[in-house]
C-alpha cells in the first residue's frame, strides 16, 4: 500500500532529508508523532488543528489506513522519498507541496490595531487566579526587553514546562509571545539566544520543544500565522478551537505582547 502526503512543514522536510530511524512517540485522533534518537520530532496526520513547520499532513482517508498501520514505540524507517511504515505501508514524501509557515516583520499599522482591537475583546480573566497572572506577564515582558541574562533565563524557566499536557500552558503563552515579537519586535535579540539555549534542556515536553523551536526560527502553525494578514475575530476563534486548552493559552500569549508591549491596555 503506497499512500501520498498532501503537504509537509519546512522543518519536517529538513528532518525527513537526514534519513534517520523513527518511532512512533504518540498517537491521536487526528494523526501521530514519530521520533528520531536526536528527540527531533514531526507530527503526521491530518490538519483540523492547522499545519505545522514539523508536520506532514495527510487527507483523511490517509489518515485512516496510517493509524490502523502503527503502535506506540513502532520503528519507522525513512529513505530518500518515502518513510516505510511497515512492510506493506510506505508513505511518500519527496517533492511534495512545501507548508507557508514563516512569519514577517510587519510594519502595517493598520493590521496592528485590527490584531489588537480584536484580540481585547476576549476575556482572559480567569489567568489572573494562576501562575500566569496579567501582572506576572506584565513582569516578564519587561525582563524580555531589558539586557539581563540572569532575570530573563529565572523568566523563561518560570514559563517553560509550566503547567500540564502535551503544550503545557507556559509553552504555549510563550509561543504566542514570540509570534507578535516577529511582527512587531520587543525582545531584546540576546535573550533569544538564551531561550533556544534553554529549550535544548529539556525542560519541558518534546512536543512543547518542538513548538518553540520552530517559532525561533520564525515558523507557526498556520492557525496562528494567519493572524498576521488576518487578525479577525473569525481566525481568533479558530484557533482557540485547539487542543484543549493549547489555542487559548497561546491566544493570551498574543494579548499579552499585543497589549504590554506598549502599555497600550490597561
Given at each position: 500500500?503506497?499512500?501520498?502526503?498532501?503537504?509537509?512543514?519546512?522543518?519536517?522536510?529538513?528532518?525527513?532529508?537526514?534519513?534517520?530511524?523513527?518511532?512512533?512517540?504518540?498517537?491521536?485522533?487526528?494523526?501521530?508523532?514519530?521520533?528520531?534518537?536526536?528527540?527531533?520530532?514531526?507530527?503526521?496526520?491530518?490538519d483540523e488543528n492547522?499545519?505545522?513547520?514539523?508536520?506532514?499532513?495527510?487527507?483523511?482517508?490517509?489518515?485512516?489506513?496510517?493509524?490502523?498501520?502503527?503502535?506506540?514505540?513502532?520503528?519507522?524507517?525513512?529513505?530518500?522519498?518515502?518513510?516505510?511504515?511497515?512492510?506493506?505501508?510506505?508513505?511518500?514524501?519527496?517533492?511534495?507541496?512545501?507548508?507557508?509557515?514563516?512569519?514577517?516583520?510587519?510594519?502595517?499599522?493598520?493590521?496592528?490595531?485590527?490584531?489588537?482591537?480584536?484580540?481585547?475583546?476576549?476575556?482572559?480573566?480567569?489567568?489572573?487566579?494562576?501562575?500566569?497572572?496579567?501582572?506576572?506577564?506584565?513582569?516578564?515582558?519587561?525582563?524580555?526587553?531589558?539586557?539581563?541574562?540572569?532575570?530573563?533565563?529565572?523568566?523563561?524557566?518560570?514559563?517553560?514546562?509550566?503547567?500540564?499536557?502535551?503544550?503545557?500552558?507556559?509553552?504555549?503563552?510563550?509561543?504566542?509571545?514570540?509570534?507578535?515579537?516577529?511582527?512587531?519586535?520587543?525582545?531584546?535579540?540576546?535573550?533569544?539566544?538564551?531561550?533556544?539555549?534553554?529549550?535544548?534542556?529539556?525542560?519541558?515536553?518534546?512536543?512543547?520543544?518542538?513548538?518553540?523551536?520552530?517559532?525561533?526560527k520564525k515558523l507557526?502553525?498556520?492557525?496562528?500565522?494567519?493572524?498576521?494578514?488576518?487578525?479577525?475575530?473569525?481566525?481568533?476563534?479558530?484557533?482557540?478551537?485547539?487542543?484543549?486548552?493549547?489555542?487559548?493559552?497561546?491566544?493570551?500569549?498574543?494579548?499579552?505582547?499585543?497589549?504590554?508591549?506598549?502599555?497600550?491596555?490597561?
Open positions: 500500500m503506497i499512500l501520498h502526503v498532501r503537504s509537509i512543514g519546512p522543518i519536517a522536510q529538513e528532518i525527513l532529508k537526514q534519513q534517520q530511524g523513527f518511532y512512533v512517540h504518540s498517537i491521536f485522533e487526528k494523526g501521530f508523532n514519530i521520533i528520531n534518537d536526536d528527540q527531533k520530532l514531526i507530527f503526521i496526520g491530518s492547522g499545519t505545522f513547520p514539523f508536520g506532514v499532513t495527510v487527507d483523511h482517508q490517509t489518515k485512516k489506513q496510517l493509524l490502523e498501520n502503527i503502535a506506540v514505540k513502532q520503528p519507522i524507517k525513512v529513505t530518500a522519498n518515502a518513510m516505510f511504515i511497515n512492510d506493506n505501508c510506505q508513505l511518500v514524501w519527496r517533492n511534495q507541496a512545501i507548508h507557508a509557515s514563516s512569519v514577517e516583520l510587519n510594519s502595517n499599522s493598520l493590521l496592528w490595531s485590527k490584531l489588537h482591537e480584536n484580540i481585547t475583546t476576549y476575556d482572559f480573566s480567569e489567568y489572573n487566579n494562576g501562575d500566569f497572572s496579567y501582572l506576572k506577564m506584565q513582569s516578564i515582558m519587561e525582563t524580555l526587553k531589558q539586557e539581563d541574562d540572569k532575570a530573563v533565563e529565572s523568566s523563561l524557566r518560570y514559563l517553560i514546562g509550566r503547567g500540564q499536557g502535551l503544550t503545557p500552558s507556559g509553552d504555549d503563552i510563550l509561543t504566542g509571545m514570540l509570534f507578535v515579537h516577529f511582527i512587531n519586535p520587543f525582545i531584546f535579540d540576546r535573550n533569544l539566544e538564551v531561550l533556544q539555549k534553554l529549550i535544548q534542556e529539556q525542560l519541558t515536553t518534546i512536543v512543547a520543544t518542538a513548538f518553540l523551536d520552530s517559532a525561533l507557526f502553525s498556520s492557525k496562528i500565522l494567519v493572524l498576521q494578514q488576518q487578525p479577525t475575530v473569525y481566525h481568533m476563534n479558530q484557533l482557540l478551537e485547539v487542543g484543549s486548552s493549547s489555542g487559548k493559552d497561546t491566544l493570551y500569549g498574543i494579548f499579552i505582547a499585543t497589549t504590554l508591549r506598549s502599555g497600550a491596555y490597561e
